[in-house]
T-cell receptor, first 113, second 113 residues
């Protein structure tokens, strides 16, 4: 049972570099989410996708873009990384709107220097 | 504004003692309510959820939570804590008609022998 798989697990970027965080789920869930976790701030929603082909902004979308490649995959792209984007990033998925709860990946720890 | 409040950032309990983690929500109507647990270096795992029905909800790992409408609270409890329960615990809420879950900032639980 793979659940939600995120790659990479760790990444160090220089300011201005770009990268894509990958996320895939094997539970046939319609909805997928990207969160960032920072100390003392809990989890904040960056973007979400309610279904294949749709994406919407969350609480903190600036500096990020997303692609819902197909039902399984939802990627997060940093076009020009900034130190403020140093964080732990979590992908999650759910059936429907998430009333049954989310399944989370194990996270990507990103450091921007 | 909709919000989830966890008043205790850090709690220390002795192994074998009882545990109660507090959560209050501020929503116009009763939302779906969740508790998640995050072990170090891991993603979040759903412990239990509530929307309607019996106000005492049983979850995994021996946890339970009680919904109290009059207090807008959804507190997590465990009768006897084990050292393996040391982790961070997040309360979360999903409002009807919305896609986005709001998380509290988390409560870090330390268990001492």
């Amino acid at each position: 049972n793979a659940g939600v798989t995120q790659t990479p697990k760790f990444q160090v970027l220089k300011t201005g570099q770009s990268m894509t965080l990958q996320c895939a789920q094997d539970m046939n869930h319609n909805s997928m989410y990207w969160y960032r976790q920072d100390p003392g701030m809990g989890l904040r929603l960056i973007y979400y996708s309610a279904s294949e082909g749709t994406t919407d902004k969350g609480e903190v979308p600036n500096g990020y873009n997303v692609s819902r490649l197909n039902k399984r995959e939802f990627s997060l792209r940093l076009e020009s990384a900034a130190p403020s984007q140093t964080s732990v990033y979590f992908c999650a998925s759910s059936e429907g709107r998430g009333a049954g709860g989310y399944t989370f990946g194990s996270g990507t720890r990103l450091t921007v220097v | 504004a909709q919000s989830v409040t966890q008043p205790d950032i850090h709690i220390t309990v002795s192994e074998g003692a009882s545990l109660e983690l507090r959560c209050n929500y501020s929503y116009g109507a009763t939302p779906y309510l969740f508790w998640y647990v995050q072990s170090p270096g891991q993603g979040l795992q759903l412990l239990l959820k509530y929307f309607s029905g019996d106000t005492l909800v049983q979850g995994i790992k021996g946890f339970e939570a009680e919904f109290k409408r009059s207090q807008s609270s959804f507190n997590l409890r465990k009768p006897s804590v084990h050292w393996s329960d040391a982790a961070e615990y997040f309360c979360a809420a999903l409002s009807g008609g919305y896609q986005k879950v709001t998380f509290g900032i988390g409560t870090k639980l330390q268990v001492i022998p």
